[in-house]
């Protein structure tokens, strides 16, 4: 059910007879598009971390939590 106040204004539109305002897309994206990139989000990073070894993991979590925090990730010496 649409808002009161949209429906009142629609309605002293439809009286006064001038045509009603289409109000634009919030942030001018595609909804069904957004659906869609939400839908693949929301299993992309458990299919990630599916795939990911253990250590893989850990160095992924750390790195997260760094820029969370703001603190630099301490780099390891590569082998």
């Known amino acids: 059910m649409p808002d009161p106040s949209v ?3 629609n309605l002293a ?3 006064t007879g001038e045509p ?3 109000p634009p897309p ?3 994206k595609d ?5 869609l990139g939400r839908k693949g989000g929301l299993k992309g990073g458990k299919a990630r971390a599916a795939n990911m070894t253990p250590k893989q993991r850990t160095a992924a979590a750390k ?3 760094a820029a969370r925090w ?3 990730a301490k780099k390891k010496p590569a082998k």
């Not at 909804?31 to 659906?35: C, Q, W, Y």
């Open 63 to 65: 790195k997260a939590a």
């Open 20 to 22: 009603p305002v289409e």
């Open 31 to 35: 909804p069904a598009a957004v659906a």
């Open 7 to 9: 429906f009142a204004f």
């Open 13 to 15: 539109q439809a009286i």
């Open 70 to 72: 703001g603190k630099p």
């Open 26 to 28: 919030p942030d001018g």
